[in-house]
């Protein structure tokens, strides 16, 4: 990660704020006005850094792509890297989180939340390492949200199954492409072998002594989780509205691991980078999948569809019912998915005023929109009905096919 920062400084993308600032609203509060890394000199008396990949610039940067090229190139992942053993984690004390500047982001927060801790677990031989809001309990406990049926839980409930506590290990400040990884929906037990890939090839790994490997990070607590579970929020989640209480899993810290004056990295809730991280690693499998179906050139997750659940596709239709087959197939992709706008080539889906031109000269009402009622949506979309379902919107904003000259807009000579 510091070598990330360092690489961002260069370019002029790195803020240094030098004077104290408190971890309760005032960092956050900075973060949320600016794309640029913020980086803390004395945040509460520690170093932090917000916003790490607080664009999409950063994200290509990391990756050495192109902005535009981004989605293409995420969706030719193998999901092969070389995961290299580094030998054991060294040098641990007893976990103590008052020695970290976790962050109070809004006034409605329940408390204090990691919000980029990553969760290794592994049980009978299976790994899994995702992101997980954190609410710190004390100075060895937090209450993690674990959905229901993503993968810790699944791991959790087999070992509560045989008596057991799942071991886990939370990184805070890994390079932002392992945090990427990590929130990427892959194959089973493959987070770090396609945060190998993305790093160029390799990763190497530490063990801890409870069993879980961990990538290089800043910070490394190594503990458990058990039976135990406390009432997790108010929280602001991905659409800026705060998620309700819920009793969830307690996460109890035996160890710690730090580097030397490490680098706390916190993620602002709603946030650019919190959008960014929850939703670009959905486009690339939107994509895969529209390129089953059609033409598929981009696909982008918009920033006022919360980063989550809003997409516009760019296409090239084959047959005039291409852009129907591809809505379907962005909605299977992306279950959370809410509305999706297809459009053809010549729009720019990074524009949304290009978008809405082509809703505006393209959409006829009564032929290009599906509406789709009765289907699994976000658990964070607050019109979700009470059992889970929700409607789906698709907009064909594409040229009717044989009619392309009517829809040629000017150019300048």
């Not at 997790?232 to 989640?237: A, C, H, Q, S």
């Not at 969830?248 to 580097?259: A, G, H, L, N, S």
Request: charged letters at 25%; glycine letters at 10%; aromatic letters at 6%.
């Amino acid at each position: 990660m510091r070598d990330f920062i360092a690489t961002m400084r260069e370019q002029g993308r790195v803020e240094d704020i030098e004077e104290p600032r408190s971890t309760v609203y005032e960092a956050p509060r900075m973060a949320s006005r600016t794309e640029k890394i913020l980086f803390f000199h004395d945040l509460d008396g520690h170093r932090a850094v917000m916003n790490l990949l607080g664009d999409r610039r950063a994200l290509a940067a990391a990756l050495g792509v192109g902005e535009r090229d981004l989605v293409p190139h995420l969706a030719a992942a193998t999901y092969n890297g070389r995961v290299r053993d580094a030998g054991q984690c060294e040098s641990g004390v007893p976990a103590d989180l008052s020695r970290i500047p976790v962050m109070k982001h809004y006034p409605g927060d329940a408390g204090r939340y990691f919000t980029a801790g990553v969760v290794f677990s592994c049980f009978d031989g299976v790994e899994n390492a995702s992101i997980h809001r954190m609410m710190v309990l004390d100075d060895h406990r937090v209450v993690a949200r674990l959905v229901e049926g993503r993968h810790t839980h699944t791991l959790l409930k087999a070992a509560l199954a045989r008596g057991e506590r799942l071991p886990v290990a939370v990184t805070v400040g890994t390079h932002p492409l392992v945090t990427f990884a990590t929130c990427t929906r892959v194959p089973q037990g493959k987070e770090l072998a396609y945060a190998a890939e993305l790093m160029g090839g390799e990763l190497g790994v530490r063990t801890c002594e409870n069993g879980v490997r961990v990538p290089d990070a800043e910070i490394v607590l190594e503990g458990y989780i058990g039976a135990e579970t406390a009432s997790e929020g108010p929280f602001v989640d991905i659409t800026g509205t705060y998620d309700p209480v819920r009793q969830q899993p307690v996460i109890e810290f035996t160890r710690m691991y730090c580097k030397e004056d490490p680098i706390y990295h916190g993620i602002l809730p709603a946030g650019d980078e919190h959008k960014l991280l929850m939703g670009a690693p959905y486009e690339p499998k939107i994509y895969r999948a529209v390129g089953e179906v059609t033409g598929v050139r981009n696909v982008l997750l918009t920033k006022g569809g919360a980063g989550y659940l809003h997409a516009v596709v760019q296409i090239r239709k084959n047959t005039q019912g291409d852009a129907r087959n591809a809505i379907m197939a962005a909605f299977a992709a992306h279950t959370s998915l809410k509305h999706v706008v297809v459009v053809d080539e010549d729009i720019d889906i990074y524009d949304p005023y290009d978008v809405e031109y082509a809703i505006a000269t393209r959409v006829r009402g009564d032929t290009d929109i599906m509406v789709i009622p009765g289907v699994r949506g976000s658990s964070l979309d607050p019109m979700r009905l009470a059992d889970g379902t929700n409607v789906k919107v698709g907009v064909d904003a594409t040229i009717v096919m044989g009619r392309e000259d009517e829809f040629k807009r000017a150019e300048w000579l």
